[in-house]
């Protein structure tokens, strides 16, 4: 079974982690990943840095562009990667816009993570009908999980098509505003994570997008299973390094 699929059956709320690879130095990767493990994350979202990320706010743009200049490349973070598997057993998800992978040729890139031990993708700009169309097979063949997104303004129509289509859980976007934007929930978003819990999907959802303290932890994950944070992530990576990462997850999980 995939390893995300096993961490999606216990019963706890989960925590993923989400940093860009290669920041804030080039060689911070698996030290980065190493460590989330052993502050007890349930996921780690690897970033692959992108020249245009549109989803992604300030914090995490600034740090794409910071790897890139450091070196940062496509084949460099498989490289980094291929002995992770020794060291490390929490789920991996590589995290970036398809350019990059159509460049690699989508089928080399997806049986390189088999091979290294990467679970799943997250694609934010790979069209879902698109992705259903010409690549769920080559993905499935290589046992990777395609997580797929909804946002306050996805129909449910769209959303019951996204859920039949998946095999893992939704990355659930907590807002149409880019990462980083936002510091609390209120009613609005209260009202969406509970109306997409009442649609009784058959994926759990992991709530993105917002999420950076306890509070707001405690908030997304009221009606879901999990959630990811990012931009709050860097920062405190940007601020204190690579070292000080269990000090932040028990902000979080306090």
Known sequence: MNRINQKLQEDKKLLSIYFTAGYPKLEDTATIIQNLEKSGVDLIEIGL?????????????????????????????????????????????????????????????????????????????????????????????????????????TSEERIHFIDSISNGFIYMVSSASVTGSQSGFGMVQTNYFERIANMQLNNPQIVGFGISNNETFTQATKYTKGAIIGSAFIKHLTKNGVDTIDAFVKKIRR
């Open 49 to 153: 840095p992108f020249s245009d990320p549109l989803a992604d706010g300030p914090t995490i743009q600034s740090s794409s562009t910071q790897a890139l200049k450091n070196g940062m490349t496509t084949k460099l973070l498989f490289e980094q990667l291929k002995d992770i598997r020794k060291t490390v057993n929490i789920p991996l998800t590589i995290m970036g816009y398809f350019n990059p992978m159509l460049q690699y040729g989508v089928e080399n890139f997806c049986a390189t993570c088999q091979e290294i031990g990467i679970d799943g993708l997250i694609i934010p700009d790979l069209p879902v009908d698109v992705y259903h169309d010409k690549y769920k097979a080559i993905f499935e063949n290589y046992g990777l999980i395609n997580v797929l997104l909804i946002t306050p303004q």
